[in-house]
T-cell receptor, first 114, second 110 residues
Framework: DGGITQSPKYLFRKEGQNVTLSCEQN?????MYWYRQDPGQGLRLIYYSQIVNDFQKGDIAEGYSVSREKKESFPLTVTSAQKNPTAFYLC?????????????FGSGTRLTVV | SQKIEQNSEALNIQEGKTATLTCNYT??????LQWYRQDPGRGPVFLLL?????KEKRKERLKVTFDTTLKQSLFHITASQPADSATYLCALGGWGKLQFGAGTQVVVTP
């Protein structure tokens, strides 16, 4: 069955630590996205990638980094520079130009700073 | 500034009635508008897309309208069922990425 897998489902980070969230898709989609969701706010775009080895900053990229070494994988690193990282993180994928077709989302990773 | 506004108050509705949600936007010129359903603790699920040159789209019990003059989309769930209880998000696109509203929670009671 095709889909997007995010792991882990829950993640706890200590102050000053970097953590990496995994996102893997087997839909053969070219484009992948990372969004952050906070209570009462819309999903905010962190980074997106339309092709392997290339990615662009979204609206709130500061304190985050990504890589796109394989078409199937788009991991997100939350660095210690991100001052308020507690949130629900969602990965999505689409065909190129996917805002004309709809995104497929993973089930999310809930990150908490302890 | 650019804004996407959805009613932040939950919509409580009786089973069998029609739920109507609004999505208003300012300072965007979207080519497409999409609607998603999100259940608690889960990722959004794509429901419908409507293009700027389309006035209305239907899918089973769902209907979406798109008025680019009013900068508004309406999302209707007809003959609502308790299983329709969820948060519904609108999203604007046309520039290679989607911008999302905060969503409106719908609660359908038997």
């Amino acid at each position: 069955d095709g889909g997007i897998t995010q792991s882990p489902k829950y993640l706890f980070r200590k102050e000053g630590q970097n953590v990496t969230l995994s996102c893997e898709q087997n839909l053969n989609h070219d484009a992948m996205y990372w969004y952050r969701q906070d209570p009462g706010q819309g999903l905010r775009l962190i980074y997106y990638s339309q092709i392997v080895n290339d990615f662009q900053k979204g609206d709130i990229a500061e304190g985050y980094s990504v890589s796109r070494e394989k078409k199937e994988s788009f991991p997100l690193t939350v660095t210690s520079a991100q001052k308020n990282p507690t949130a629900f993180y969602l990965c999505a994928s689409s065909i190129l130009g996917g805002d004309d077709y709809g995104y497929t989302f993973g089930s999310g990773t809930r990150l908490t700073v302890v | 500034s650019q804004k996407i506004e959805q009613n932040s108050e939950a919509l409580n509705i009786q089973e069998g009635k029609t739920a109507t949600l609004t999505c208003n936007y300012t300072n965007y010129s979207p080519a497409y508008l999409q609607w998603y359903r999100q259940d608690p603790g889960r990722g959004p699920v794509f429901l419908l897309l409507i293009r700027e040159n389309e006035k209305e789209k239907r899918k089973e019990r769902l209907k979406v309208t798109f008025d680019t003059t009013l900068k508004q989309s309406l999302f209707h769930i007809t003959a609502s069922q308790p299983a329709d209880s969820a948060t519904y998000l609108c999203a604007l696109g046309g520039w290679g990425k989607l911008q999302f509203g905060a969503g409106t929670q719908v609660v359908v009671t038997p």
